[in-house]
């Protein structure tokens, strides 16, 4: 008795980006349609290499005839070649493909203005002649990134007598800075 493993199929394919539009947002996905029906690709199955576009591969969904790879992280506009390994019992028959991918406009993130505790403390200790501490200013110099965060803080110019501090510390929630004098 001889048992038929199955019957290759020759398929081919096209390639073209979806979802995006040159300059104005960014491509979503790449579609593929099969010139017949197909079952059991696999994400795996799909190669994208990065050309003068730029895009990172996800998810495979889709059947029959039309298939469609999304894609995320769209680093630049332009092309990306696509490639389709044989699979199941399919021998495609398509060389790898260039497909236009588009970038929207970058959107800088936008950061509200951050506000800050400012938490000053002074210590004196009067010595024998009644002095103590002098501040020449109240207010801590502090230095934030173009994020926000905090990246230094200097204590106001103090003059001191002894056994004297100061401590300033400054948070914004997330990150803080102290600094004594």
């Known amino acids: 008795m001889q048992v038929e493993v199955g019957t290759a199929v020759t398929v081919t394919y096209t390639a073209s980006q979806t979802g995006g539009a040159s300059g104005t947002a960014n491509s979503t996905g790449i579609e593929l349609t099969f010139n017949e029906s197909v079952t059991g690709l696999t994400?795996?199955?799909?190669?994208?290499?990065?050309?003068?576009?730029?895009?990172?591969?996800?998810?495979?969904?889709?059947?029959?005839?039309?298939?469609?790879?999304?894609?995320?992280?769209?680093?630049?506009?332009?092309?990306?070649?696509?490639?389709?390994?044989n699979f199941g019992t399919y021998v495609v028959n398509t060389p790898p493909l260039p497909v236009a991918i588009y970038k929207g406009p970058s959107n800088p993130v936008k950061f509200a203005n951050p506000s800050y505790t400012v938490i000053y403390r002074q210590t004196t200790q009067l010595n024998a002649s009644g002095t103590g501490l002098t501040c020449e200013s109240d207010n801590p110099r502090i230095q934030v990134d173009e994020k926000g965060k905090i990246t230094s803080v200097k204590a106001p110019a103090f003059s001191f007598n002894r056994r004297q501090s100061a401590t300033i510390t400054v948070t914004d929630g997330e990150s803080s800075d102290t600094c004594a004098r």
């Not at 591969?57 to 390994?85: D, E, M, P």
Request: glycine share 16%.
């Open 43 to 85: 994400a795996g199955d799909i190669t994208m290499t990065n050309d003068t576009g730029a895009a990172v591969k996800g998810a495979l969904s889709g059947s029959g005839t039309t298939w469609t790879i999304a894609l995320f992280r769209v680093g630049a506009q332009g092309n990306v070649t696509v490639s389709v390994a």
